[in-house]
Nanobody
Framework: QVQLVESGGGLVQAGGSLTLSCAASGLTLRGYTMAWFRQAPGKERDFVAAFSWSGTSPYYADSVKGRFTFSRDNAKNTVNLQMNSLKPEDTAVYYC?????????????????WGQGTQVTVSS
């Protein structure tokens, strides 16, 4: 049974930092495109960042570029999202997602597996 479990969310002041982690079980990350999406209250779920199974560099939404860093450790079967210079508009539930040999990085419909989400709240 495949499971993605996010952790690391919490409450932080604007300008602060958080690191989210996503631990995968029941699958081997090698061969999976991994991504982070987020959903703010009353809004649709949006793309944040993705790391292709075949790529060497992650892709980011413009809104987080330069502030967030997405890393993956295939050996530990985990991915992390380092979030710096957080803003109140970053407040959302953050979800980890996996897509086997995925190429549609931004399309959430293409992802096969999702975590339960972790809440990030940034106070002003």
């Amino acid at each position: 049974q495949v499971q993605l479990v996010e952790s690391g969310g919490g409450l932080v002041q604007a300008g602060g930092s958080l690191t989210l982690s996503c631990a995968a079980s029941g699958l081997t990350l090698r061969g999976y495109t991994m991504a982070w999406f987020r959903q703010a209250p009353g809004k649709e779920r949006d793309f944040v960042a993705a790391f292709s199974w075949s790529g060497t560099s992650p892709y980011y939404a413009d809104s987080v570029k330069g502030r967030f860093t997405f890393s993956r450790d295939n050996a530990k079967n985990t991915v992390n999202l380092q979030m710096n210079s957080l803003k109140p508009e970053d407040t959302a539930v953050y979800y980890c997602a996996a897509d086997r040999f995925g190429s549609s990085l931004y399309d959430q419909m293409s992802y096969d597996y999702w975590g339960q989400g972790t809440q990030v709240t940034v106070s002003s």
